[in-house]
């Protein structure tokens, strides 16, 4: 074995030249995971600006339902469109549901009515 380590190839060593290829191997598998870690580094800072505008934005919407949910502003709508409490009288139980329900609904509309082209009795 000890002679294969001596053998040359054009003035290097054989042991020499497997060396280089080893470490020229292990620097571009550096770069590369280097090169992967920067990408990877970019993608980080991204989805955290996207994070930050997301939680803007959260906050932005927050201060709009707090605008919108102002009992004042609610009353001056309810107000403009004629709505207020319901007065004691409106208020029914279960019980009562039915014949409500049963007053509320409207009455048939009138049979229609023959049109003069046709004639009285005949079928339609």
């Known amino acids: 074995m000890s002679g294969f380590f001596k053998r040359t190839l054009r003035g290097a ?8 290829t080893v470490l020229l191997a ?10 992967r870690a920067g990408r990877e580094t970019g993608d980080i800072s991204t989805v955290e600006d996207q994070i930050v505008d997301e939680r803007r934005h959260v906050r932005l919407l ?7 949910e102002q009992p004042e502003r609610l009353q001056r709508l309810a107000a403009a469109a004629g709505l207020g409490p319901t007065s ?11 014949d409500l329900a049963r007053q509320s ?3 048939d509309p009138q049979p229609a ?9 005949a079928p339609r």
Not at 26 to 35: D, G, T
Not at 62 to 68: D, G, I, K
Not at 88 to 98: G, Y
């Open 26 to 35: 292990l620097a571009l598998a550096v770069y590369m995971v280097k090169a």
């Open 105 to 107: 609904v409207l009455p």
């Open 88 to 98: 004691d009288n409106r208020q029914a139980t279960l019980d009562q549901l039915p």
């Open 62 to 68: 927050q201060a709009e339902v707090a605008h919108l």
């Open 113 to 121: 009515k023959p049109s003069p082209s046709s004639p009285a009795g």
């Open 13 to 20: 060593r054989l042991l020499e030249l497997g060396a280089l």
